[in-house]
């Protein structure tokens, strides 16, 4: 039998534990849990820095991309752009320390969030194959490009600097930055299918890759403007938490609550505010400082009754509706309907966000376009009718390529009826149709549900303002549907008349005595002039509806 340990041995026991030590145990929380997903999981984090930095910056994007084969199993993966570049004593930091960035403490939309993605990239690499991270880095005050190599300390979450120079060798045109990481990985067409989808979510980007088998794919910007800049923003007082309340009133520096509350906050304005101390019946003029926790408890609950302004759009950098339909048009040329919508800003926990909705629908498979088969028009898709639709899911103009099924957005279209708008479904299933449905939810702060930000939580009012934005993207739908069933059945009925015409015209030339043939050619030109099937996309209209239109009927003869 053991013997007893006394509670001084057990504190000899504890020991603090860097960031970058449970990560290296915890790799999968990161998004490395299998070969496949983490080579992506390097394109993603590398792709997503680069399209913030030259974003904010001010430049149009040019990236590229290169997957090279080294030996079995073993990738690397570079990724340069054209980007303002990183000062030199940055650098380190930024690629080999965990929970480190500019991005973590400010409301502002963005790629990244948690200063965690591209160091966790060093962290697995050098974990898989020991190889170092290198970096070129080009700044417009340097004429010389930086060098680096470096690996992460995960005992004390710092970076190791194994080398760093400046050299003379000028690989960018101005300025930029490139990283190269050697890692264990599986090549599967998934990379190529997050970077099309990043080409649609960033209209403004250009993106040039090379597949490790040397092929070369171009995806082109369909905009040469960047979107405008969000600006950061305070915190929104729908949803605020009385512990971070609690927090701001420590650290303010308003002297009473009314300028607390006006200063601290979005959309409040002085008479909102003397609103919320008159309704919660604590003075304007308390200190902050001096507010208890019966206040604290009155003001928050105060700020949830009053009526408030919702969050300026300035803060978020929506993909557009008109730049999302054009994106859509640009990758799925062939479509019978391409339309967006998207939703006025709402707000979860006192951050805002926004849903935009694209539908693609009667698309191309590039498999069929290969084989040179054509779709029958007058099919109604239905060798197509078992397949579940394609969702395409964005958050702040991020593909999230994995755990589908967890993710709030993916909950909110099996929780919308999509019989009522004409699509197949079985059950609480995604809906059956030849459709590519995209969600893309922008906010100051995504809740995703892990470190590897691949689902979004399914807070209830992220999940309700999905639902109505699909809601309304599927009236779109239904009345295109609706019309083109129409057109259809008008046109199956021509067919018939069409179909019957011989034995109408034989029964007719034995009644008449006259020519079987001429009275069929006439029959026939009589259908084909008094209806004529036709679709008419309305260009630049709301909706694309087919349509019967009737032309001038045949003078009877005497």
Partial sequence: MSGKKT????????????VSEFFEKNKHLLGFDNPTKSLLMAVKEAVDNSLDACEEAGILPDIGVKIKNIK???????????????????????????????????????RGQQGIGISSVTLYSQLTTGEPTRVWSKIESQKKTCYTELHLNTMKNEPDILKQEDIEKDIFDGNGTKVEMTLHGRYRKIVEDYLKQTSISNPFAKINYTAPDGTKIMYPRSLNELPKP????????????FGTFQRMLQNTSSRTLLSFLTNEFSSIGNQSAKEICKISKVPDNTKPADMDRAATEKIIKAMQTVKIQRPPLDCLSPIGALELEKSLKKEYPNAELVTTINREPDVYRGFPFMIEI??????????????GKKKNNNDDDDERNGESIELIRFANRVPLMYQQSACGLTEAVK????????????GSNLPSGPMKLVVHICSVWVPFMSESKEAVAAYPEIIKEVKLALQDAGRKLSSYLSGKHRAGEAKRRIQIFERYSKEVAEAVGILTKKNEKEIEKKIKDMISSRVHIKEEFAEGSEEKKPEIKKEKEIEKKK
Avoid: C
Avoid at 415 to 426: E, T
């Fill in 7 to 18: 509670a001084e041995e057990f504190a000899k026991e504890q020991k603090e534990i860097s």
């Fill in 415 to 426: 929780d919308v009826d999509w019989r009522r708008y004409n699509l197949d479904q079985k």
């Fill in 72 to 110: 079995e199993d073993i990738f690397s993966v570079s990724v340069q752009d054209n980007g303002p570049g990183i000062v030199k004593e940055q650098i380190p930091r930024i690629f080999g320390k965990l929970l480190y960035g500019s991005k973590f403490h400010r409301l502002r939309q963005s």
């Fill in 230 to 241: 969000p600006k950061t923003m305070k915190p929104h007082p729908y949803g605020v938490e």
């Fill in 358 to 371: 694209g539908i693609v629908y009667g698309f191309q498979n590039t498999e069929e376009k290969k084989n």
